[in-house]
């Protein structure tokens, strides 16, 4: 039986087994795939040991995302902007080594333009946060070509780092990219993507009203109670509010197509997860 599971700590309410049981079933292939619980100074451990069990892959997420890029031998341009991987695959030395994937981005993207059905190119993006949530997901929001995509920060050193290391990319697409202070992220935006984490401190939104209109798509990349008050907020600004329910589907299903080649239909999937959730 081949092996999976989501590596973190932690990692018990992760909903990515269930998930990937789903996609199992409705493609009909068979797989095992738990959760692995990894000490915070013994990532590496225990999946060499995972893989001696005979394990293919692995999804990864806090805090080893930065650990489990540096580890692997290959690396997908996505993960190599990011600096970081939330999708191993353990191919053998003979086959070129582990392979690292970031999925979060190409997940968010598909959240928003297949599932919320709103287009990106062209637009005028806000992304709040310059963390792991927000390196994960900054190229494959370039790639989409908005004209503009402004990354705002509480510190904002660290998101005029972000955007230096993706500054050729998005001249290359043609975007212009900023880096700015969260108190002076600018007005109107038409898609408005929360990746901080002041929501977990129980902090406020960490943006004025006025980056939104009405009618805008304003998402948080968290779900459940954390991103309620988010959600609260965009809605009473007249915007489009979405939690990040959509967008761990959707990254669970790039996983799932790296490893088996085969891209489950996540539609029905994201229905069964918000049922549970809600
Ligand atoms: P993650 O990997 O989840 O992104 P992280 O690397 O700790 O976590 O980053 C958390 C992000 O949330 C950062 O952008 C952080 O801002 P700073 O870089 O200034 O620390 C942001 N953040 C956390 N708490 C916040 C708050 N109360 N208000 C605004 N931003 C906050």
Redesign the pocket.
Known sequence: LDRYAVAGNPVAHSRSPSIHALFAAQTGQTLDYGRLLCPLDGFKATLTEFVQQGARGCNVT?PFKFEAFEMAARHTPRAVLAHAANTLRFDSEADGGWLADNTDGVGLVRDITANAGVPLQGRRVLL????????GVLGPLIEQRPRELVLA???VD?ARALVERHQAWATQHGVALQARA?TDAGEGFDVLIN????S??G??V?VGAQALKPGSLALDMMYGPAAQPFLDWARAQGAMARDGLGMLVEQAAESFALWRGVRPDTRPVLAQLRAEVD
């Open positions: 806090v709040l946060g310059a963390g792991g949530a927000s390196a920060n509480r510190t660290k969260l990746g901080t984490a002041a977990l401190g902090g406020e960490p």
